[in-house]
């Protein structure tokens, strides 16, 4: 399959131009930003606090944001038009992610900052807070995808950023109701957990299994996504 | 001449409807085509197959001699446009925003927008926001980002349903002078004066089957009633035959100055479809 990046680019500039008039986005992301304001006014903020908030941005503008503008090109039949361009689905998909993948990242900066995160090791945590960021910007995606609408993308989003962004609030409930214990597997379980260890001094080779779960979700995702988008390419 | 488009016993069926039923006809490289019919006759169901949105069940439809399920690559894609009544434009950028995209995924140099622009009377407007222009000006722009690659096949669907007679005008006149650079035109249509006006050959469809094709006027003439009508002064209107027989009585009529006007009864299109099929063009 051919990529141009000309091509990519001209979908990034676009959103980029199109996103900065959206009221809708530009409000969702306030949504982390506040909350982190909030928590920074406190005497200390526990790791679990910081990634509550990281996770909030993954899911409030990686999903949500995500699912809402490849939702609204759906709605809007602009989709179509991308797809009988030259353009290809590495490059459509690739230029809308830029986007949410910019957004997302400078999200979690500023949140981080107003937070006053330092991790022991910036490399290993910012490398596994960018591929997370992928593979919530997937999930994004493939919601957008399967939806019709920005408010059905909305309502569906939900459910699906509740479960992957905030399963470890539910950690605790595993003895109990061990059906539970997939939730040890999720990418937000796996963030935490390799953020925890990388302060207790551990490096890369002590981490390289929560890194592989992670990827094995982006792949997953990544996967679903390009089997939707060629099925809606196609109408019946 | 070569055939740029070649359909051959074309089927498609969605669940237990069908939507094509042995569908036969090409398109030659240069030439408007008609494909005429009501709502759900099958035109938008052609065009999808046509252009690989939509997969058919049964027989073989190909463009620029290619498998038409197969025109995915960027190409292919640039050989082609697609415009149809509802190409989705986006609202929150200008119209020069919206093109300039297109310039880009097309590889074309943003000097060509000002050219399709001034096509289509809108150069005022280029840096207007989509969402504050009217519905025929919506659609020429579309028209405009179709026409910006300079394609060698256009498809258009009811390119001009739901626009008064000027903005289709405005369109129509844009088309003829594709037309006249080379462009292949396949255009759908229930609006039989907009086929009359535009192309060089049609195709009546109904309930998914071709049920004639051919030039207009050569339909025009095979149904016409071989006779005439005249308007004569005391407001009055008469039919006589053609050939020699009613030729005297012309004569005769006109040159007692009882003649306001002449007319040969030959039917439009849409009172051709209604006879072959049956149905009015709705």
Redesign the interface.
Known sequence: M?F?M??M???F??DV??LS??MYITTTMLMPLALAIFYSTMDEVTMDMHYLIINLCFAAVGVFVQSAIIAE?KE?????????????LPEILGGKSLVTLVLTMATVLICALLMGYEPANYMIVGGAILISCFFYIALGTLVGLLTKSVVEASVLALPVMFIFSFGSLFLTLIEEYPILSFIEYLPSVQLVELAIEVETGAVFADLWSNFAIILAWIVLASLLTAVVYKKK???? | MENIIEVTSLAKI?GNQTALEDVHFSVKKGETFGFLGPSGSGKTTTI?IL?????HTSGKASVFGKPAATL????D??RFG?ITD????????SIE?NL???C????VPSIRISEVLEMVSLSKERKKNVAKLSKGMIQRVTLA?ALLHEPELLFLDEPTSALDPANSKHIHEGLRELNRKGTTIFLTTHDMGEAESLCDRVAFLNKGRIQLLDEPKTLRRQFAENTVLLELQDGSNITLPGGQEGAKEVYERMASGQVVSIHSNEPTLGDIFVEVTGRELV
């Open positions: 051919t141009s000309k091509r680019y001209a979908i500039q676009k131009r199109d008039k959206n090109e809007k039949n602009t989709l179509r038009g991308l797809m009988l361009s030259p353009a290809t390419e196609m109408d019946a | 969605f999808k252009t690989g949105q939509l997969s995915n690559k960027p190409q894609r640039k697609v509802n190409s989705g434009l986006y609202q929150r950028l925003d300039k995209l297109y880009n995924l097309y590889d980002r």
